[in-house]
């Protein structure tokens, strides 16, 4: 990810960095490698565990593991490569159509109080995020 960070928005820009409080995001090490490596005056944020709505990254991912998987690799270094391949091909204008609903779900999450607003049915309708 910092690759991408360093390529795509130049020294000095402003980098909010988010993550749920998924385990491989609260392990130490993850916790230490956050600490020395993020660019000085990083803003770190935590969402709630299990929240997509609130992670624009959690569309991209989903969007890579198909266009990775339509690939059929068939050993891990082709995974790796396959993947590596799809997070460097990623612009500035990709990553913007990720965030194009956030502040609608924000609205959506304030609305119902961060609780749970209906099935995933719903909440695709409401999200307009292609799934």
Known sequence: MLPSVKRHYPKGTKIIFVHDKATSHTANVTKEYIST????????????????????????????????????PTTIEQLRKYIIQD??????????K?????????????????????????IRKRSKWKF
């Not at 490596?37 to 709630?48: E, F, M, Q, Y």
């Not at 997070?87 to 913007?96: D, H, R, S, V, Y």
Request: some cysteine.
């Open 87 to 96: 997070w460097n091909a990623l612009t500035p204008e990709e990553i913007g």
């Open 37 to 72: 490596h993020l660019p000085a005056g990083c803003d770190v944020r935590v969402n709630p565990t299990k929240s997509p709505d609130l992670q624009p990254i959690e569309k991209y991912w989903h969007s890579m593991e198909e266009r990775v998987s339509r690939r059929r």
């Open 98 to 122: 990720y965030f194009d609903k956030l502040e609608e779900n924000l609205r959506i999450v304030a609305k119902y109080k961060g609780e749970f607003s209906g099935d995933e049915a719903s």
